[in-house]
């Protein structure tokens, strides 16, 4: 069986497509505690939690990764990904590779770091009142990938994203009207069906939020090495579950008291220099009449 996973981006590659981010960086303002949790050991597995459909965050913590500890984690992504034609390639240049166990052994196999989350698209399209829980039903697969290899896994946690949108249909509403029904004809797996969402922001856009990332102490599997049992598969899960569902806390408390958790501070900054722009447009016309 060959290992050879897809190459990730080059330098250049990798530093253009972030440098594209860097609006987004601006808005969402991420805050990241924990970073001495992550260790020199190799290989490691990052368990968290899908934030709601993932795309506003899941970027900064990638290239959080990349930038503060060189990490290019191949994340384990959902195999309906590997199903939209030119977005198969793009995910593959930033480390996801489908979400095989042979994929995910070869990565362990290499050294590499594996980023993955348990809850998958389960999790990603969340009901509205489902806000940061962890929907990771009875998945017990990180968790042997982990005792198979002896891998330290280090609990993560994400706040912020889940409050950008507002679930206006749930899967389970959408699978009720006719858009499930040409779902089921086009044989789409129920869970991969996406809710119908808006933002929370003006006129549906996304709500300004900061974004909090939390890294918390690693779980040691040396104990359980060779075993893929349930009850160490078990034991193991419920060590990370904990550790993030902590951390979770500790970023809701956070945000909690931060002062700059709402756009506030950015909207009225923004506000003011359009205003400083519009009064020296008009101060150099009326100039000019004056002339």
């Known amino acids: 069986m060959s290992d050879e996973l897809p190459p990730v981006g080059g330098p250049f590659e990798q530093q253009l497509a972030w440098r594209s ?9 991420p805050v990241f505690v924990g970073d001495e949790h992550i260790p020199a050991q190799r290989p490691l597995l990052f368990v968290g939690n899908h934030t709601l459909a993932g795309v506003v965050d899941v970027p900064q913590l990638f290239f959080h990764l990349q930038q503060q ?28 590779v489908d979400g095989s166990r042979e994929n995910a052994d070869a990565a362990m196999r290499a050294g590499e770091c594996v980023l ?7 999790e990603a399209f969340k009901r509205g009142d489902q806000r940061y829980q962890l ?37 389970d509403q959408v699978l009720a009207s006719p858009l499930g029904e040409v779902a089921r004809a086009l044989g789409v797996r ?3 069906v996406p809710p119908v969402l808006v933002g929370q922001g003006p006129l549906g856009l996304p709500a300004i939020r900061r974004q909090y990332f939390a890294f918390m102490p690693p779980v040691v599997t040396a104990d359980w090495q060779g075993r893929e049992d349930d009850e160490a598969a078990w034991e193991v899960r419920r060590q990370v579950e904990a550790g993030v569902e902590q951390g979770i806390e500790r970023l809701l408390a956070l945000r909690q008291e931060d002062p700059e958790a709402e756009a506030g501070p950015i909207v009225q900054e923004a506000v003011a220099r359009g205003m400083k722009g519009l009064a020296g447009r008009l101060r150099r016309i009326q100039e000019k009449l004056e002339r």
Do not use: N, T, Y
């Open 21 to 29: 981010l860097a609006p987004l960086r601006r808005l969402v303002r």
């Open 69 to 96: 500890h060189g990490i290019i984690p191949r994340s384990l992504g959902e195999k309906a990904h590997w199903k939209i034609p030119g977005w198969r390639r793009l995910i593959e240049r930033f480390g996801a």
């Open 116 to 122: 993955v989350f348990p809850g998958g698209a389960r």
């Open 190 to 192: 129920k869970d991969v």
């Open 135 to 171: 929907l990771w039903g009875k998945r017990l697969g990180f968790a042997r990938l982990a005792l198979r290899h002896g891998a330290l896994i280090v609990p993560f946690a994400a706040v912020g994203a889940d409050d950008v949108w507002e679930v206006l249909a749930d899967q």
